[in-house]
Structure formats: C-alpha cells, structure tokens
C-alpha cells in the first residue's frame, strides 16, 4: 500500500503542467519574462 502511495505521490508531482502562454509572434516566438540577479538594479532598469 505505502508502494503504491508513494507512486502515486511521485505521478502527481512529475505530471507536467500547463501553463498560459502569450500568443505567438509571426516569428513563432512566445515569450514570457526573465530573472535577473544583478548587483546594481538601478543600472538595470529600463
């Protein structure tokens, strides 16, 4: 029972999800958002 438990834990966890993605440009790129650790954020700002 624990063995099939746990598969069904590690089943769930793996199952991969969906996300909401903008559309697509008309170059087929679909583009999200990026992280970025930098040391001066001021620098960075746009």
Same mark, same amino acid.
């Given at each position: 029972?624990?063995l099939?438990? @746990?598969a069904?834990?590690?089943? @769930?966890?793996?199952?991969?999800? $969906?996300?909401?993605? &903008? &559309?697509? !440009?008309? &170059?087929? #790129? @679909?583009?999200?958002h #990026? $992280?970025? !650790? #930098?040391?001066? #954020?001021?620098?960075h700002?746009?």
């Open positions: 029972m624990r099939l438990l @746990s069904a834990l590690a089943l @769930s966890i793996t199952w991969p999800a $969906h996300a909401q993605l &903008a &559309a697509s !440009n008309a &170059a087929g #790129v @679909s583009y999200g #990026v $992280h970025m !650790n #930098v040391k001066d #954020v001021e620098l700002k746009y």
